[in-house]
């Protein structure tokens, strides 16, 4: 079974629908007095996304009032206020541009010692539940088809946790790190599990380096090999693309 996909001519138009669709969701959430929950990613992927947000924050007067986000991961160990931090990533493109109360965000904590991190992430998953889910979850999608930080491998009903990252991963990363020497070897993720939970997924992917990618996660076989193939199992997830990271579809 595929996943739904949409196609735009370009990424900022890409970024802008999926901006307008969290804006309707965010919306209607207010006229109703309810929170809306939104799962967060970092990368490069959603860049144009959150930068809409703030425009439409500061032009539209869209609120964040209701909003409360979790994201999907962080390095560890990492400082928050760290240069590559993700919890800095957030803060300068999104959390710090709008009115959303800072007791509503949540990104995992490179901090902790290794003997908090399995209650902290058990903690983490039960703040969701006790808020009834995640609304939209908002992904990119690595070059090896991982999801958050749920590298190959990773299984359907992962939890959130302490993952090693691949090789590729790092060296990817490394770019940011001035070097794989100084790339982190772990992460706190998000776990599979929450993520199919999610009531709604849109996956963002630009450029011809996805393409690849992009066509085993939709087309190929659902696998643990390539995490993202088990959106194909979600009743409501949709790849938003554009033309060069459809190409091969
Ligand atoms: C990192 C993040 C992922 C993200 C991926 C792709 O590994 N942890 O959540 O999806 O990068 O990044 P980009 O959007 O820059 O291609």
């Given at each position: 079974e595929n996943i739904g996909t949409v196609v735009f001519e370009n990424?900022?138009?890409?970024?802008?629908?999926?901006?307008?669709?969290?804006?309707?969701?965010?919306?209607?959430?207010?006229?109703?007095?309810?929170?809306?929950?939104?799962?967060?990613?970092?990368?490069?992927?959603?860049k144009g996304l959150y930068?809409?947000?703030?425009?439409?924050?500061?032009?539209?007067?869209?609120?964040?009032?209701?909003?409360?986000?979790?994201?999907?991961?962080e390095y560890y160990p990492m400082e928050p206020d760290s240069i590559n931090s993700y919890v800095r990533f957030m803060k300068e493109l999104l959390l710090d541009q709008v009115d959303i109360l800072p007791e509503n965000y949540h990104i995992p904590d490179g901090t902790l010692s290794k003997e908090e991190i399995a209650d902290y992430c058990a903690n983490y998953e039960a703040k969701i539940e006790a808020l009834g889910g995640i609304d939209l979850q908002i992904l990119g999608i690595g070059g090896n088809g991982h999801i958050g930080f749920n590298e190959s491998g990773s299984l359907q009903n992962s939890k959130?946790?302490?993952?090693?990252?691949?090789?590729?991963?790092?060296?990817?990363?490394?770019?940011?790190?001035?070097?794989?020497?100084?790339?982190p070897r772990t992460a706190i993720t998000l776990g599979i599990k929450k993520i199919m939970e999610a009531k709604q997924v849109i996956l963002m992917a630009w450029g011809e380096g996805k393409s690849d990618i992009i066509k085993k996660s939709v087309e190929g076989e659902v696998t643990n090999q390539i995490p993202a193939s088990f959106l194909q199992e979600h009743n409501n997830a949709v790849f938003v693309l554009d033309k060069e990271a459809s190409s091969k579809l």
């Open positions: 990424s900022t138009a890409a970024s802008k629908a999926v901006a307008q669709q969290i804006a309707t969701l965010i919306r209607l959430k207010q006229e109703n007095q309810e929170s809306c929950i939104l799962g967060l990613a970092t990368g490069s992927s959603p930068a809409e947000l703030v425009r439409m924050h500061k032009e539209e007067g869209l609120s964040f009032k209701n909003v409360i986000t979790f994201n999907l991961d959130t946790r302490l993952v090693a990252l691949d090789h590729i991963t790092r060296v990817a990363a490394s770019k940011d790190f001035s070097g794989l020497g100084n790339t």
